[in-house]
């Protein structure tokens, strides 16, 4: 198990998109996972519309710098916030993009990169836009198997307003289908 750890974990896309909830809902599950947990969020100028970026690092043993420079995982959902964090992605390292905002993937080496349909989904059979973000990090869970579901339907109980739940678990369950999907035809690590 040590291999694999530490995982740092980013998640971009723009103010609006849940992404600090998905930063938070990944940690508080990683702790109840057992593992050490590092979170930080960064804002653009703007609350809404702004680049905004949640980061988390998942680790076997004690973390000694607590912010993410070069992810082993990227999670986007902004074109804007792919341009931005793409180059950052550590060799080895993986992104996984919602294809209704990002159309296309640059060509670079030694990283893994898919586009997955996030928003569609929601939309398709949620009839909601606003759970793409669950979408994407069921998507996440399911391809890097990084943290167990149910830790993570767990803190999503605590941390996920009860009104918007049960559509966000629905939500998590769509993207655990395409991560595993993913993982069986692009295995990562």
């Known amino acids: 198990m040590s291999e694999r750890w530490p995982i740092e974990v980013r998640f971009g ?7 600090v909830t998905l930063g938070a809902v990944l940690a508080d599950a ?4 057992g593992l050490h947990v590092a979170a930080s969020q960064s ?6 519309g702004g680049a905004t970026r949640s980061d988390v690092i998942l680790s076997a043993g004690p973390i000694d710098f607590p912010h993410v420079h070069h992810p082993d995982l990227l ?4 074109k804007e916030a792919y341009d931005l964090y793409a180059p950052d992605v550590r060799p080895g ?19 893994s990169q898919h586009l ?14 606003v759970a793409a973000n669950f979408v994407m990090l069921g998507a996440v869970l399911g391809f890097s198997r ?4 149910e830790h993570v339907r767990a803190s999503m109980a605590e941390l996920v307003a009860a009104r918007f739940l049960e559509l966000n678990v629905r ?9 595993h999907a993913l993982a069986e035809r692009h295995p990562w690590r």
Do not use: C, K, N
């Not at 999670?75 to 902004?78: E, G, S």
């Open 75 to 78: 999670v986007v959902l902004a």
């Open 30 to 33: 990683g702790a109840r996972a």
């Open 93 to 111: 390292g993986a992104i996984l993009a919602d294809e209704f905002f990002v159309h296309g993937v640059d060509e670079r080496q030694g990283l």
């Open 13 to 19: 896309g723009l103010g609006g998109q849940g992404l």
């Open 146 to 149: 990084i943290v167990d579901a």
């Open 116 to 129: 997955l349909p996030g928003t569609a989904l929601a939309l398709e059979q949620l009839d909601s836009r």
């Open 171 to 179: 939500a998590l369950g769509l993207g655990l289908e395409q991560g």
């Open 43 to 48: 804002y653009g100028s703007r609350a809404r």
